[in-house]
Nanobody
């Protein structure tokens, strides 16, 4: 059974930074793809960034150059470094994992999900 627990959310001013963490347990970590998604009130959940089993990454256009996804195998943790935050980045952020290998930003590509961590950005 894979369990994902996010942390690191909070409230920041526009232009600020946050680093989200996702602690992973189970056998998917290190052998599959992982990703961050987000969902703002009244909007559909969208893919933000993913990392494949080979370390390849993909980012949504809206966060390219500002967000960085990474993972620390020794700590079994996935990260999302978010810089130059904008009010439109405010959302609930979810960590997701799957045993597949290729990085992708579709919800249907991920079987395991965390409960989310809230990010608020004030202008």
């Amino acid at each position: 059974q894979v369990q994902l627990v996010e942390s690191g959310g909070g409230s920041v001013q526009a232009g600020g930074s946050l680093r989200l963490s996702c602690a992973v347990s189970g056998d998917t970590y290190g052998s599959g793809r992982m990703a961050w998604f987000r969902q703002a009130p009244g909007k559909e959940r969208e893919g933000v960034a993913c990392i494949g089993s080979d370390g390849s990454t993909t980012y949504a256009d809206s966060v390219k150059g500002r967000f960085t996804i990474s993972k620390d195998n020794a700590k079994n943790t996935l990260y999302l470094q978010m810089n130059s935050l904008k009010p439109e980045d405010a959302a609930m952020y979810y960590c997701a994992a799957d045993r597949g290998h290729l990085c992708g930003l579709r919800e249907s590509s991920y079987k395991y999900w965390g409960q989310g961590t809230q990010v608020t950005v004030s202008s």
